[in-house]
């Protein structure tokens, strides 16, 4: 042994000593650009969890005498609205701000929900197989077939708009995710050596589900649904672009781009604005999500 590989014998050895967890997340942080998007991504977090304090105005106080009046920095602009106002009157950037709260919470929500479900579905059909395997296994593959906005808009159209009915239309179909990407993860770890050895002390089979097979199948879990926040986020935008998402006074980011298409060519900051948040929400969790990806997913992290 070298002088050079006894210097480096204390590096290997802090370096092995260190968590998986540890070792991805120092990753995860060298990735400049995934951590500034994250960052972004805390701050709307932050901003629809603070919207009463930081919005500067009402988000549902009209006044016709300031209809679709321009922004502060535009010609004809006052500097109290700094995106300007809508055709009703109402400060647009207030109504930015609020709306981050209907995109972020049911976003969160619809993936907290379908990962549950497809969690246990994807468990029970990739360690029990037989005709538990089979009968999920085509459920899926029927939800898969439909079109998943055409999908949402017909269990929207029957049960009607709402926050909670969006919830559900859209958790509805979004399991299929998380239940294909944890099927798929329990077949290739079921047999096992650790798994087997489970088996053959007499653990029950709910016991090395959740306790053998489960912790270690997480990290893809846990990214495929952060990956899926984003498109949550840009159906519900098109459900209350349609009209089928939070109803009025709320406001909603896909609900104000829709109220600015009569005014497009006069007043292009009333849809302009809330559109740019979409975009910059949806881009920044989709680049996070692909650092989170290259990180902690194994099969990009060797």
């Not at 968590?19 to 990753?27: A, D, I, P, V, Y």
């Not at 439909?146 to 958790?171: C, T």
């Not at 949550?232 to 781009?257: D, H, Y």
């Not at 849809?271 to 910059?280: D, E, K, N, Q, V």
């Amino acid at each position: 042994m070298t002088v050079a590989d006894d210097a480096a014998a204390p590096a290997r050895a802090a370096d092995q000593g260190k968590s998986l967890f540890k070792r991805n997340l120092e990753n995860f942080t060298e990735n400049r650009l995934a951590l500034a998007s994250a960052v972004l991504v805390l701050i709307f977090v932050l901003m629809a969890i603070f919207a009463p304090w930081i919005a500067p105005h009402d988000p549902n106080e009209t006044d016709l005498f300031r209809r679709l009046q321009p922004p502060a920095w535009v010609p004809g602009g006052e500097w109290g609205y700094l995106l300007g106002c809508d055709g009703l009157g109402r400060d647009i950037l207030s109504r930015i701000i609020y709306g981050s709260r209907i995109s972020i919470f049911i976003g969160t929500a619809v993936i907290l929900v379908a990962t549950t479900i497809g969690i246990v579905a994807g468990l029970a059909a990739g360690y029990l197989r037989g005709w538990v395997d089979i009968a999920i296994s085509r459920l899926v593959d029927i939800l898969l077939g439909f079109p998943y906005l055409i999908f949402a808009i017909g269990l929207m159209a029957m049960m009607g708009p709402g926050l909670f009915n969006i919830i559900l239309a859209l958790a509805y179909k979004e399991w299929v995710i998380p239940c294909r990407v944890v099927r798929g993860e329990t077949l290739a770890v079921r047999e096992l050596e650790y798994v087997e050895a489970a088996r053959a002390i007499g653990a029950s089979r709910f016991h090395i589900m959740l306790r053998e097979i489960m912790p270690n199948i997480l990290s893809p879990v846990i990214v495929v649904s952060t990956i899926r926040m984003a498109d949550v986020i840009i159906l519900e935008a098109s459900l209350s672009f349609l009209g089928l998402g939070v109803q009025p006074p709320t406001a909603s980011w896909g609900s104000m781009v829709a109220d600015g298409r009569a005014f497009i060519l006069e007043a292009w900051w009333v849809s302009t604005f809330p559109g740019l948040a979409i975009l910059l929400l949806v881009l920044v969790i989709n680049v996070a999500s692909q650092g989170l990806r290259d990180a902690f997913d194994p099969r990009f992290n060797e």
